[in-house]
């Protein structure tokens, strides 16, 4: 068996009374690697329960050296605002963040008051603008899931598959995953079919969603996901390796988790460890996360060591299981 160790400075970031818009939460982030720097897009929430997109840079992985002062992206469109008034959830939650043809792309889950649904938002940055704060250029968000139906947890692979590109999101319970020729979304909404389950009668039996986007390496799409269970109502992160060439393709999936709520920060009122990105530096795959859905941490592991684990058990994985 193999795990995430997590970082002894952890959690690496709290939040900030100082700062309004993350004085009640700073938590779920999205993280990227550009020029050997970490950049972390974390769910920032005050307390009224709005959500909006905050920065951290860490250039080692593991050392926060910037927070942004102000949120780096609002909520703008009336599918992601507060528009009855009163407290409640509403704004711009869990981005997950993919880069392909110089420009970063996000995806998060858009929730306005008005709505008793949730949908999948799309906007986008070129890489430049990302690097230099200018972050006005961030492009109109588009929903790209289908109105009056819960979709959430999703990202695109950060490179065409068989000529085209690949969204995975999560229609409750299961993992879904879409294949679209294009990322305009003109008249079309993301659905396709599922092809990652939940396990009944398992750690990960009550949903299941990705983390952060699949990462290619030789043996596949390396998947970090997270899940509820339905005994206890705990969210852990577990390890799937997808086929290259086609990833509804499950070549393994460990049946245990890699990481699950233990330490002082996951547990604090809930137990949660819930993560929308990870990056690869040295070796090491970096895994971001929201703890007690309050704090921001990260976890560690050889990436060897866990694709070796993964291919160990393929032979005998099934995926009907």
């Given at each position: 068996m193999v795990s995430l160790t997590r970082f002894k400075g952890?959690?690496?970031?709290?939040?900030?009374?100082?700062?309004?818009?993350?004085?009640?939460?700073?938590?779920?982030?999205?993280?990227?690697?550009?020029?050997g720097r970490v950049y972390i897009l974390f769910r920032a929430q005050d307390y009224d329960l709005t959500s909006t997109i905050a920065l951290v840079e860490l250039p080692d992985g593991f050392t926060v050296t910037y927070v942004s002062d102000e949120p780096i992206y609002r909520p703008r469109e009336p599918f992601e605002?507060?528009?009855?008034?009163?407290?409640?959830?509403?704004?711009?939650?869990?981005?997950?963040?993919?880069?392909?043809?110089?420009?970063?792309?996000?995806?998060?889950?858009?929730?306005?008051?008005?709505?008793?649904?949730?949908?999948?938002?799309?906007?986008?940055?070129?890489?430049?603008?990302?690097?230099?704060?200018?972050?006005?250029?961030?492009?109109?968000?588009?929903?790209?899931?289908?109105?009056?139906?819960?979709?959430?947890?999703?990202?695109?692979?950060?490179?065409?598959?068989?000529?085209?590109?690949?969204?995975?999101?999560?229609?409750?319970?299961?993992?879904?995953?879409?294949?679209?020729?294009?990322?305009?979304?003109?008249?079309?909404?993301?659905?396709?079919?599922?092809?990652?389950?939940?396990?009944?009668?398992?750690?990960?039996?009550?949903?299941?969603?990705?983390?952060?986007?699949?990462?290619?390496?030789?043996?596949?799409?390396?998947?970090?996901?997270?899940?509820?269970?339905?005994?206890?109502?705990?969210?852990?992160l577990g390890a799937a390796l997808l086929d290259r060439e086609d990833p509804t393709i499950v070549i393994s999936r460990l049946d245990y988790p890699i990481l699950e709520p233990r330490e002082w920060y996951e547990t604090e009122g809930i137990h949660v460890v819930f993560s929308c990105g990870h990056v690869v530096l040295d070796g090491k795959l970096l895994v971001y996360y929201g703890a007690s859905d309050k704090y921001l941490a990260v976890a560690y592991i050889g990436v060897d060591e866990l694709l070796g684990e993964l291919l160990k058990r393929s032979s005998s994985f099934n995926p009907n299981h």
């Open positions: 952890n959690p690496i970031l709290r939040p900030d009374p100082a700062k309004p818009f993350m004085e009640f939460a700073a938590f779920n982030p999205a993280a990227v690697e550009l020029g605002s507060r528009i009855l008034g009163g407290f409640g959830p509403a704004g711009c939650e869990d981005p997950r963040v993919t880069v392909l043809d110089g420009r970063l792309y996000m995806l998060y889950t858009a929730v306005s008051d008005a709505y008793d649904y949730v949908r999948v938002v799309m906007t986008s940055i070129d890489v430049d603008s990302f690097l230099k704060r200018r972050w006005s250029a961030w492009s109109r968000p588009r929903p790209i899931s289908p109105p009056g139906v819960w979709d959430k947890n999703a990202a695109i692979l950060p490179r065409r598959v068989q000529g085209r590109y690949v969204v995975l999101h999560r229609f409750f319970p299961n993992v879904w995953i879409d294949f679209v020729e294009d990322l305009e979304f003109e008249g079309y909404w993301i659905r396709g079919y599922e092809f990652f389950r939940v396990r009944p009668g398992m750690w990960d039996s009550d949903r299941v969603g990705i983390a952060g986007p699949p990462l290619e390496f030789n043996e596949g799409w390396l998947m970090i996901y997270h899940a509820k269970s339905s005994q206890d109502g705990a969210y852990r």
